[in-house]
């Protein structure tokens, strides 16, 4: 079965940054979008941004917009979330996630069908 492992997840001060990586245990998802969501104790899982399977193309939450970067190579089944001036409300388990229905930076949590174990990124103000 193919896997999906997150790192890079820790502490940050608000204003800091943070890099998350996922990487697939094999190269299942070259030509599927790739994705990040997250959940905070209490919430539901929430999308924070996608990614297409050539990396051109990127969506996000309004949340994180202008905060937040996602990046693929092209073609590759790893994926990054750069995170700049985090802040507390960014505190949550992190998830990564995978498509095998679209190639397209899709914001739709149904569309992705493998999902990581979650990393946890914690803001202290």
């Known amino acids: 079965q193919v896997r999906l492992a997150e790192s890079g997840g820790g502490l940050a001060q608000a204003g800091g940054s943070l890099r998350l990586s996922c990487a697939a245990s094999e190269r299942t998802f070259d030509s599927y979008a790739m994705g990040w969501f997250r959940q905070a104790p209490g919430t539901e899982r929430e999308f924070v941004a996608s990614v297409s399977w050539d990396g051109v193309n990127t969506n996000y939450a309004d949340s994180v917009k202008g905060r937040f970067a996602i990046s693929r190579e092209s073609g590759e089944s790893t994926v990054y979330l750069q995170m700049y001036n985090l802040k507390p409300e960014d505190t949550a388990v992190y998830y990564c996630?995978?498509?095998?229905?679209?190639?397209?930076?899709?914001?739709?949590?149904?569309?992705?069908?493998?999902w990581g174990q979650g990393t946890q990124v914690s803001v202290s103000s």
């Open positions: 996630a995978a498509s095998t229905i679209t190639g397209t930076a899709t914001t739709a949590r149904g569309w992705f069908s493998h």
